[in-house]
């Protein structure tokens, strides 16, 4: 019997029709394991998926598809499906509301407790072996917080970052606290900016990065925020959707947490020169510090209040990442090369227009 006849697949991912969902559960279908896709909305998405799977060559009748809300207890499930699941045993939280200018309520309904949620249900699972939850990289920058947060804190903390950043900063506390007190094998994977595919460039997602380069392209980047060694770190998608796969066969600890991102990435004023010199346009002029940018009328810079808390020059631990892909036999691509056919596919795209 196949899954699309009604079976229970091993490995459940929610979020499977964002950008890094789709393409994890290409990779998971392709390695040969049973995928559940958790979907709000069920049938019609399901249906764009199995599509997009098809588009690019992936088997989906390992694939089976189910309806599911994160925002809701027990994650929405009815009776049925709720049984089905009962095999799974590895759990990819890759749903996630990303978007800059969200309500701080509407960030925290599926950014803290919707990842709560996830959690909560995971530990009731049989067979559970791991939760693989997809968090971000600038967690770092702002130290672990512990859950639940001081209301002022978490005040402070929603003003200075904005909903998204502050809500995933939230989420990865309450997450990893859950996790602890319900005793829920936890990895927490903390991706940089997701690029396209290193082999077609294929994203699509267009905003964060993605912004700035249509900009450059539109000739509308005169200057950049940030300084000389401003690092805004990439990842290209496929990578990080084998990374993801492999995680639950060599994490073992209580918890683990990976930093996944390729240090080679230029600075932000080198990438997009390399990306300038690519598409035949011209660079920014100048470079301005994210100080005087921040106190700068957001009609004049066109510059996403939100955005420049990414902007920095620090660097980030990755050591456990390049441990595990060594394990695996991964390695990330030239990341040159998957910037440039990266931005050749935005274009060809229209950025998502």
């Known amino acids: 019997m196949t899954l699309s006849e009604g079976a229970a697949g091993e490995a459940l991912v929610l979020g499977a029709t964002g950008f890094i969902g789709r393409w994890l559960v290409a990779e998971l279908l392709e390695r040969g394991r049973p995928v559940v896709a958790a979907v709000r909305g069920g049938g019609a998405r399901g249906g764009e998926l199995r599509g997009w799977l098809r588009e690019h060559g992936v088997d989906d009748q390992g694939l089976l598809v189910v309806d599911a809300d994160i925002t809701r207890p027990d994650l929405g499930l009815d009776d049925e499906d709720r049984d089905r699941l009962k095999a799974v045993r590895d759990v990819f939280n890759a749903a996630a509301l990303f978007r800059f200018g969200l309500g701080r309520e509407e960030a925290r309904r599926a950014n803290v407790d919707g990842a709560v949620n996830v959690v909560r249900w995971a530990a009731a699972l049989p067979r559970l072996r791991r939760l ?22 978490l005040d402070a903390l929603y003003r200075r970052l904005g909903a998204y950043e502050a809500s995933k900063l939230e989420g990865d506390a309450a997450v990893r606290a859950v996790a602890r007190e319900e005793g829920v094998p936890l990895t927490a994977v903390h991706p940089a900016t997701v690029i396209g595919d290193s082999v077609t460039g294929e994203a699509g997602q267009y905003i964060g990065l993605a912004e700035m380069v249509r900009d450059l392209w539109g000739g509308r980047l005169p200057a950049l925020a940030g300084s000389r060694r401003t690092f805004v770190p990439v990842v290209t998608v496929d990578h990080l959707a084998r990374f993801m796969a492999a995680v639950p066969e060599y994490d073992e600890e209580p918890y683990r947490a990976h930093w996944v991102l390729d240090d080679a990435t230029p600075h932000l004023p080198d990438l997009v020169g390399l990306l300038a010199r690519h598409l035949g346009v011209r660079p920014p002029r100048v470079t301005l510090p994210v100080g005087l940018v921040r106190r700068l009328p957001r009609a004049l810079t066109g510059v996403e209040p939100e955005t420049l808390s990414f902007l920095s020059e620090e660097r980030y631990d990755t050591s456990s990442a390049g441990v595990l892909a060594g394990k695996a036999g991964l390695s990330h691509p030239p990341v040159e090369d998957a910037l440039r056919r990266w931005a050749d596919r935005l274009v060809a795209d229209r950025f998502g227009a």
Request: proline content about 9%; hydrophobic content about 35%.
């Open 132 to 153: 693989v939850h997809v968090s971000g990289y600038r967690v770092a920058s702002e130290g672990r917080l512990a859950h639940p947060v001081p209301a002022k804190e």
